[in-house]
């Protein structure tokens, strides 16, 4: 099967920096998306990687490591507009579907 | 440039009756996608479509679904005789012909239906 896994929760304070770990098993794997979904939005593209090492876009960083099957999310500086949920994606080839983990849940507090 | 547009944003149906969600893939954008949330869980993907074909459809249910992307005008999800437990909000995304550096889908909105 293809699974994506990664904490239900986290709770950070605000202007602390918090990492959201994903672990992957899958078959065709080509790369893994972080995406960002307030309540009631859409989900919104916040960083890929195609290759192992670190990608780094403002605030927030992501990492891969193939050969761990794992990645993370980094967000620094957070800020109470961060409160979200934040899904692990992995892109199962170039131009084709994508497998979404369950999404962790940031309460981010004052 | 408008984004993804999906309509209706709220769809209430009763039981047996079908459901037709629509969604208008970005300008120059070639390629959607459909996905399911339930509450409190991740998306879960149905179908991918390209004009006129049908790419992967590994996630649609067997019966009851169905997709399609015509030549002109927007993709269709197409739920017959609907059941309470298809209540969920459906996200359509979509991409260009040639995938950007980031591989990245554009959602729309989504369309979320109630199955009373």
């Known amino acids: 099967g293809q699974s994506l896994e990664q904490p239900s929760e986290v709770t950070a304070v605000e202007g602390a920096i918090v990492q959201i770990n994903c672990t992957y098993q899958?078959?065709?794997?080509?790369?893994l998306s972080w995406y960002q979904q307030h309540d009631g939005g859409a989900p919104t593209f916040l960083s890929y990687?195609?290759?192992?090492g670190l990608e780094e876009t403002g605030r927030f960083s992501s990492f891969l490591s193939r050969s761990d099957s794992y990645g993370y999310l980094l967000l620094q500086e957070l800020q109470m507009k961060d409160s979200a949920s934040y899904f692990c994606?992995?892109?199962?080839?170039?131009?084709?579907?994508?497998?979404f983990g369950k999404g962790t849940r940031l309460h981010i507090l004052p | 440039n408008a984004g993804v547009m999906q309509n209706p944003r709220h769809l209430v149906r009763r039981r047996g009756q079908e459901a037709r969600l629509r969604c208008s893939p970005m300008?120059?954008?070639?390629?959607v996608y459909w996905y399911r949330q339930l509450p409190e869980e991740g998306l879960k993907f149905m179908v991918y479509?390209?004009?006129?074909?049908?790419?992967?459809e590994s996630g649609m249910p067997k019966e009851r679904f169905s997709a399609e992307f015509p030549k002109e005008g927007p993709s269709i999800l197409r739920i017959q005789q609907v059941v309470r437990g298809d209540s969920a909000a459906y996200f359509c995304?979509?991409?260009?012909?040639?995938?950007?550096?980031?591989?990245?889908?554009?959602f729309g909105p989504g369309t979320r239906l109630t199955v009373l």
């Open positions: 995304a979509s991409s260009p012909p040639v995938a950007g550096a980031y591989n990245e889908q554009f």
């Open positions: 899958t078959s065709g794997f080509y790369g």
């Open positions: 990687n195609g290759l192992d």
């Open positions: 994606a992995a892109l199962m080839n170039r131009d084709d579907k994508i497998i």
């Open positions: 300008k120059g954008h070639s390629h």
């Open positions: 479509l390209q004009k006129e074909n049908i790419i992967d």
